[in-house]
């Protein structure tokens, strides 16, 4: 019994001598609900300075219910203290002068905790670091952070913690980021907080309305007249009023850091004798661009500016190097996303054009694109690949990028992207699978884990089908691939289980809820082009006549209100709003459905239909279904200026008109046609002509597009055999004011015969 006694004895002196060496080890923060630091800054201190420390003693609270006071000087009644910001009231601080770009340093040194910052906001990011690193709290979207609750909060006596970024400039462009504290605790910026002016910003510079009636000079010489496409770049009166517009607009907001000379979105660039004498020389478009940039910025040399890499302007000059004070943003846009930037070969012409513009500048930004503009909602599983290109861009001397996701309004794991992207561009060597465990189980709870096997099935569907995820892309295009049936059906059942999960936790019920939208809205998009089909809107009536399914209109109006509460503002980036797609699916399911003898016949097509917009294929023209403004449902795209389809019918019967239906876009070069021509066989060998319109040329007086239903009369006879001839111009129409570097296309949908 003794040797038992001291044998316990042993083991609680051992169990004390532990307890004291870990907490020998500790700094106490709070202690049994009671504050045992306060927080020291200096006497005069800098707004920034102040915001931080009123940071750090707001989550000691929120976490701890204990207030620590913030002094100008010790009180010595606390036996630690946090000095935050340039404060050295004892000789253990000293001053991180030396940390760049926003980076920061926290150390415990003695009974003491010493935080400074370097350039920026260094100071208050260090914060942020500290409260989710050592007090375990989360900000994981837009929402309140994630804090747990405790009596005590402590600092290892060895805490040491120095970063400073390798990037810049560091955006990701999703809904999180309209929250204040989310850009300060991931350490993100807005492009409208940094640039004074940004993005394409050539006619912010020098307006068209007030300089083009009286100086159409001033402006580009496209196709053999001055337009109001871009500037004339090698004029050099626009290089005196862009010197005066920054020398004014640098005088009113001097905290600017970055100004953008870019071209407008789109090409029509000069092509007068003086910009293509430089063009020449320097290889392209881009080096009248690159000298005019550098001759601005030479008169501000105390200022950044930023331009564009950026369509024709992509590739690197021959000859001039950008000035020091110049950044040159490429852009991803022509890179599809279901590979990495480093592996998948859309992105080699990227991959080229960083090389070169880094051997010409140190200076390279990136526009990055990680969301479907067409199709915002819609799943986009690219959700494996946002660190390794940051990784990749930022190893390749990148100094900034801006992930351009779905912006202000919800899209496909948008809080998911926006959380990995931002750990991501503040440290690009991050373990984006540990992150990304952090992110679901903390913001999806118990349904974390089906949440988890919804993302990988996306992703290994994209695989496996070897499917395009391009950012102009939309459900329709993918419903041969990653969002076929089946895997919808799938993915639908994943997302029930994660429900049955949070069923009894509202907070994570409702996120499960919000990342379900996205695979409604691909069903309903997806359906428009269905048609009698279990996942089709139409249904057969009892007359045989087709018919909208009687509950689809409530459920059209379901997903809206629910998209809407979850922060639904746009479903694309062009026409998208919500009540432009309850009207949309208004006009769908307000349209006759009416037979024709043609339903179901698969015609032969001569010359085929563009493989990029396949719609329902060979029955798109048959099918029962029309086309909207959107080109690319349920429209089938020509080019070469004349199509011919035949079609043949089942038995032979008496036709008095047949109708087409087709798209004017003149946005996307779609363009209605000039001369239909139908004629008749009996036999499929010999064919008569029992009908031709001619039409005039259509100028429409306004830009959005347009269906154009024409009907053909037709001499009554018997037929077996119908054959359509449909001519267009192969020339851009003379009233046409866009882009003349490509050729004009035709859209056409249902054909009906009666």
Not at 4 to 30: H, M, P, T
Not at 80 to 94: I, Y
Not at 473 to 478: L, R
């Amino acid at each position: 019994m003794n040797i038992l006694k001291r044998q316990v004895r042993l083991f609680l002196i051992v169990l004390v001598l532990l307890i004291n060496s870990c907490g020998a080890n500790e700094l106490d923060i709070v202690s049994d609900k009671k504050a045992m630091a306060e927080i020291v800054i200096p006497t005069a201190p800098s707004s920034l300075e102040r915001k931080s420390a009123l940071v750090l003693q707001d989550y000691i609270r929120r976490i701890t219910g204990v207030t620590v006071d913030i002094l100008s000087k010790p009180s010595q009644t606390k036996k630690h203290v946090f000095f935050v910001g340039n404060s050295l009231h004892t000789d253990g601080g000293r001053k991180a002068v030396d940390l760049p770009n926003e980076g920061f340093e926290i150390m415990v040194q003695g009974e003491h905790i010493y935080m400074r910052g370097g350039a920026g906001k260094g100071l208050l990011y260090g914060v942020y670091e500290l409260i989710e690193k050592q007090f375990g709290a989360r900000k994981y979207d837009q929402g309140p952070a994630l804090i747990h609750r405790r009596s005590n909060l402590t600092l290892p006596k060895d805490f040491f913690l120095r970063y400073a970024p390798s990037l810049r400039y560091r955006e990701s462009y999703y809904p999180p980021s309209t929250d204040g504290e989310y850009l300060d605790w991931h350490h993100l910026h807005r492009f409208e907080d940094l640039w004074g002016l940004w993005g394409h910003s050539f006619f912010k510079i020098i307006p068209p309305e007030r300089y083009f009636k009286d100086h159409p000079e001033y402006f580009s010489l496209t196709n053999g007249k001055r337009q109001a496409s871009q500037l004339c770049l090698t004029n050099p009166e626009v290089q005196k009023i862009a010197i005066a517009y920054f020398r004014t607009a640098i005088a009113d907001n001097p905290e600017a850091q970055y100004w953008s000379i870019a071209p407008m979105d789109g090409r029509g660039y000069c092509t007068c004798d003086r910009c293509a004498k430089v063009d020449d020389e320097e290889g392209g478009p881009q080096g009248s661009l690159i000298r005019f940039v550098n001759a601005v910025a030479a008169h501000f040399p105390e200022q950044l500016f930023t331009t564009l890499a950026y369509g024709y302007t992509a590739e690197a000059p021959k000859r001039s190097k950008p000035r020091e004070n110049v950044y040159v943003m490429l852009s991803t846009i022509d890179v599809t996303r279901q590979q990495s930037i480093a592996n998948n070969p859309t992105a080699a012409a990227f991959r080229r054009q960083l090389k070169q513009w880094s051997q010409l500048s140190p200076n390279i930004f990136v526009w990055d694109y990680t969301t479907q503009f067409t199709a915002y909602l819609s799943p986009f599983p690219m959700y494996d690949q946002y660190r390794d290109n940051i990784a990749y861009m930022s190893s390749h001397g990148v100094k900034g990028i801006f992930e351009h996701g779905s912006g202000t309004t919800l899209g496909d794991m948008s809080a998911f992207a926006s959380y990995i992207q931002a750990k991501s561009l503040w440290d690009p060597t991050i373990d984006q699978d540990q992150v990304a465990a952090d992110f679901l189980n903390g913001y999806y709870g118990e349904a974390s884990e089906f949440v988890k096997d919804y993302m990988q099935l996306l992703i290994k569907a994209r695989r496996s089908s070897n499917t395009i995820l391009d950012i102009y892309g939309n459900p329709i295009s993918a419903r041969q691939g990653y969002l076929n049936e089946q895997h919808i059906n799938r993915y639908r059942k994943t997302l029930a289980a994660a429900r049955e999960k949070a069923v009894s936790q509202p907070l994570f019920l409702t996120r499960v809820n919000t990342l379900a939208l996205g695979l409604e809205y691909a069903a309903l998009e997806q359906a428009k082009s269905y048609g009698l089909h279990p996942m089709g809107f139409l249904q057969q009536l009892a007359d045989g006549k087709l018919g909208v399914t009687s509950d689809w209109g409530a459920r059209v109006d379901h997903f809206i209100e629910n998209a809407l509460k979850a922060g639904g503002r746009e479903l694309a980036e062009v026409n998208g709003s919500l009540e432009e797609y309850r009207n949309q699916w208004l006009r769908i399911m307000a349209r006759p459905y009416k037979t024709s003898s043609l339903l179901g016949q698969i015609p032969s097509f001569n010359p085929r239909y563009l493989a990029d917009y396949p719609a329902n294929g060979d029955h798109t023209l048959s099918d029962g279904l029309l086309g909207d403004t959107d080109y690319s449902y349920n429209w089938l795209l020509f080019s070469g200026g004349h199509v011919e389809l035949i079609f043949s019918l089942q038995q032979e019967q008496t036709v008095s008109r047949v109708q087409l239906n087709f798209l004017l876009d003149p946005a996307h070069y779609l363009f209605l046609p000039n001369k239909i021509q139908v004629e008749a066989s009996e036999d499929g060998r010999v064919y008569t002509s029992i009908g031709m319109q001619q039409l005039a040329e259509h100028i429409p007086d306004e830009k959005n597009p347009a269906v154009h239903p024409i009907s053909v009369e037709l001499k009554q006879q018997k037929i077996r055999y119908l054959r359509i001839g449909v001519g267009f111009s192969n020339e851009l129409p003379k009233w046409f004011d866009g882009s003349h570097h490509r050729k004009p296309l035709m859209a056409i949908d249902e054909i009906r015969l009666e």
